[in-house]
């Protein structure tokens, strides 16, 4: 009996751990080596159009599909993106004190990070006044990978965010370790 147990530990201990290095792989890569990668490739730019809301969403918001044209070849892609959301709610006795807004705006500078009161209707209502059907917006890519781009400016994956899912992929990686030493010492002891 023991050695069943010391061997689902071993095992459970070292699937951990690969499930804790490829998370904190993949946030690395997100957090910080994709968005050097973005800033450092995608420097062509060109002007895209509006064809409609797409069905995407960043952030639990709709984004327009936006299709542009390099070297004779037509793309789309869905943005621009957003980096996260912050909701401020505010009720008593179920009625909504804040009326709905957000800092999405007609023109000037996208926000990275969305703030809305009272949920996310507002800030739809303003993608939708902000990208209408036919407006033109700038498109970055890739010049050795067109199809490969964004509209308006990145929205990176925050640096904290990145940083605390790393923590966690690690403490992940070392509950797996300790699985795993534990099932050797058990074994060792048979």
Known sequence: MHS???FALILA???IIVLGAITTGIIIWLGFRRPEYRRTHFTGHTIGTVERMSNITSNDIRVPLVSYTVDGQ???VAGPR?????DVFAEVAGRQLLSSSSNITADGELPLVVKTKGGTSSAQAAMKERYPVGKNVDVFYDPNKPKHA???RDAPLSKT???ILICMGGVLAA???AMFAIGIVI???L
Do not use: C, N, P, Q
């Open 4 to 6: 069943t147990l010391s």
């Open 13 to 15: 201990g070292i699937l």
């Open 175 to 177: 509950f797996g370790i």
């Open 161 to 163: 965010i990145s940083i």
């Open 187 to 189: 074994l060792a002891h």
């Open 82 to 86: 957003f980096a996260g959301r912050t």
């Open 150 to 152: 964004f509209v308006e």
């Open 74 to 76: 037509t793309y789309k």
